[in-house]
């Protein structure tokens, strides 16, 4: 009941523009899973939604859920 958290201070990653040390300095992501996303998008294009990732074998299937929050699909 002490513990407020303040979403708004939370700086989102936009997945279809970052690059792969961006993505790396998150501390869900490894050196691996983040070059696994730009190489990844480079091959199949933009990402059109977050649950994109989850098409991504490098990537465990528990992990989406914690990183959602702190990714982004910004408008072109």
């Known amino acids: 009941p002490f513990l407020q958290v303040n979403t708004t201070n939370i700086q989102q990653i936009d ?4 690059d792969a040390e961006t993505l790396q300095s998150h501390p869900y992501l490894s050196y ?4 696994a996303i730009v190489n990844y998008r480079a091959k199949h ?4 939604s977050i649950d994109d990732l989850s098409k991504m074998y490098a990537l465990p299937k528990d992990l989406l859920p ?3 929050p702190y990714l ?5």
């Open 32 to 35: 691996k899973q983040a070059n």
């Open 15 to 18: 997945i279809n523009t970052a």
């Open 45 to 48: 294009g933009r990402f059109s």
């Open 66 to 68: 914690k990183l959602k």
């Open 72 to 76: 982004v699909i910004k408008a072109e």
